[in-house]
């Protein structure tokens, strides 16, 4: 498993998310992640850079709403 999966999967960032802030399709990512396929150093610089910020922005969110009691960290819909 590429760097960039663990980190994406170890982060809860879906692959649709990330994809649909970059603009890039879900298929590619897959293949980037599976080392099928090898970005551009921009491209790869792109999907990093996305993918700190959705991390940072989920972050956010997260102390966000742990300060008005709201349940984080699992699923609680089910």
């Excluded at 990330?18 to 792109?46: D, F, N, Q, T």
């Amino acid at each position: 498993m590429s760097d960039l999966k663990t980190k994406r999967l170890v982060a809860g960032i879906p692959g649709s998310v990330l994809c649909a802030k970059i603009g890039l399709s879900r298929s590619r990512l897959s293949l980037i992640e599976r080392g099928y396929v090898h970005p551009a150093p921009e491209e790869l610089a792109r999907i990093n850079t996305a993918l700190v910020q959705l991390i940072e922005a989920k972050s956010v969110i997260e102390r966000v709403a742990a300060s008005v009691g709201w349940p984080t960290g699992a699923r609680h819909d089910q």
